[in-house]
């Protein structure tokens, strides 16, 4: 029973993947760059470096 649970569930999920990377690219790519940015403040944080923003 879990393995069909789990099988419907992915099913359902991969249509969401599909709908959000063909309709909401954009989003995706806002929500990357600020992924990124916060990587490099943890990154540079963690070296004891000064950041400074270049955009």
Known sequence: MRNVLV???LEIEKETVYRI???NLSD???L???Y???I???YC???GM???DES
């Open 28 to 30: 995706l790519k806002s």
């Open 50 to 52: 000064f950041c400074v």
């Open 40 to 42: 490099m403040i943890l």
């Open 45 to 47: 944080f963690s070296a």
């Open 21 to 23: 990377l063909t309709e």
């Open 36 to 38: 990124m940015e916060f």
């Open 7 to 9: 099988h419907d569930y």
């Open 32 to 34: 990357l760059k600020k």
